[in-house]
């Protein structure tokens, strides 16, 4: 059976968090379904590129994922939270045992005021580690706790896609994504 990730989009999203996400996960064979919290499929990003979704995500809130996982960019992270569909959604990923992550601003603006980092160690873009519940681990790249995977920013996507396919499909897929993209 294939594995599945959910990558929810919005107005303002990070445009390389996005398309890191949505790449490397489509590269190791994941079930990638990009969905728009808006009443429309096509965003623009934080830096104006143009991304079109798969679907909206109140078609798709019902099914289950291996992997949700958030960019971040603002005011990408703030839409997001905003959508009470896409917060119900991840507290039934979290209840569940599957993993959920959140890059950049999403972590202290998606993830924390909605206690979906509670008992949760976690880093963030440097602007928002403050509102973190636990900062015991913000210095940290690419965080895993429980069934959480967090990360600092563009200059970690990479890193942090790679670790979402190590938690998903194992250490194996994610060395051999990893290898013809010439990193570790």
């Known amino acids: 059976m294939n594995k599945t990730a959910l990558v929810p989009i919005a107005d303002g999203s990070e445009d390389i968090e996005s398309v890191v996400i949505i790449d490397v996960l489509r590269r190791a064979n994941i079930e990638v379904t990009v969905a728009s919290v808006h009443e429309y499929t096509t965003i623009t990003a934080s830096r104006r590129t143009r991304i079109t979704a798969d679907a909206l995500l109140q078609d798709c809130v019902d099914q ?29 990923q979290r209840e569940a ?21 509670a008992g949760v160690a976690a880093t963030g873009h440097s602007a928002f580690q403050e509102t973190l519940p636990d900062k015991s681990r913000v210095d940290e790249r690419v965080v895993v706790d429980r069934n959480c995977i967090t990360s600092q920013g563009p200059g970690s996507a990479i890193e942090f896609a790679l670790e979402l396919v190590a938690r998903v499909c194992g250490q194996d897929v994610r060395d051999q994504v990893a290898a013809p993209m010439m990193l570790p």
């Open 97 to 117: 045992g599957f993993w959920y992550a959140a890059i950049c601003a999403a972590p202290a603006v998606v993830l924390a005021p909605h206690g979906l980092l």
């Open 64 to 92: 289950d994922y291996d992997l949700i996982a958030l960019p971040g960019g603002m005011p990408g992270a703030e839409n997001l939270a905003e959508s009470a569909l896409l917060i119900d959604r991840l507290r039934r």
